[in-house]
Antibody, heavy 123, light 111 residues
Framework: EVQVVESGGGLVQPGRSLRLSCTAS????????MHWFRQAPGKGLEWVGF??????????EYAASVRGRFTISREDSISIAYLQMNSLKAADTAVYYC??????????????WGRGTLVTVSS | QSVLTQPPSVSGAPGQRVTISCTGS?????????VHWYQQLPGTPPKLLIY???NRPSGVPDRFSGSKSGTSASLAITGLQAEDEADYYC???????????FGGGTKLTVL
């Protein structure tokens, strides 16, 4: 089955760190750029960032709201993308989703979403 | 507020046609970037509904259609059904932000 599964969420204190995982199956993970999104409770979708496939250099890019605090990486050998979140704030509380990228540069769309993992930042 | 602007809510009776607008700017739609649409049923992840302005993925009924012109886009749903009650999001790329952007979402209520 073609799917992605997010994991690693939980309750964390402000200022602490958390690492999320996105485990893919059913497709050639290394061929795809992988994106992270989040959705705060009762709010809309927000793009967090992405990591290019190795064929395109494997470099990540980030939304301004998380740049400098979040890091995206990938391990193609085990089909996992990671979202390392540091210096967490209450405003980072959300369900975090990953998805694979389709389309071409600037015309990205996302056809495969997991059920997400909830991150709650609170003391 | 969101880079792409959607109405917070729309409603329609079963069998009717509704449209959801999505307004962008010169750095996204106006720069030629496509619009894509997602449906999010309560408690579930987003589902790709329309890609590349007007294309439907396999399995999406032809009751759903999309269009884009200039700095605006719209999603149309005909033959409205109770199961269509959900949140709908438009998405594109913004060159000034160098990333993907979403509309704030539109809640569709089937009366």
């Amino acid at each position: 089955e073609v799917q992605v599964v997010e994991s690693g969420g939980g309750l964390v204190q402000p200022g602490r760190s958390l690492r999320l995982s996105c485990t893919a199956s059913g497709f050639t993970f290394g061929d795809f750029a992988m994106h992270w999104f989040r959705q705060a409770p009762g709010k809309g979708l927000e793009w967090v960032g992405f990591i290019r496939s190795r064929a395109y250099g494997g470099a990540p890019e980030y939304a301004a709201s998380v740049r400098g605090r979040f890091t995206i990486s990938r391990e193609d050998s085990i089909s996992i993308a990671y979202l390392q979140m540091n210096s967490l704030k209450a405003a980072d509380t959300a369900v975090y989703y990953c998805s694979r990228e389709r389309g071409n540069w600037g015309n990205w769309y996302f056809d495969l979403w997991g059920r997400g993992t909830l991150v709650t930042v609170s003391s | 507020q969101s880079v792409l602007t959607q109405p917070p809510s729309v409603s329609g009776a079963p069998g009717q046609r509704v449209t959801i607008s999505c307004t962008g700017s010169s750095s996204n739609f106006g720069a030629g970037y496509d619009v894509h649409w997602y449906q999010q049923l309560p408690g579930t992840p987003p589902k790709l509904l329309i890609y590349g302005n007007s294309n439907r993925p396999s399995g999406v009924p032809d009751r759903f259609s999309g269009s884009k012109s200039g700095t605006s886009a719209s999603l149309a749903i005909t033959g409205l059904q109770a199961e269509d009650e959900a949140d709908y999001y438009c998405q594109s790329y913004d060159s000034s932000l160098s990333g993907s952007v979403f509309g704030g979402g539109t809640k569709l209520t089937v009366l």
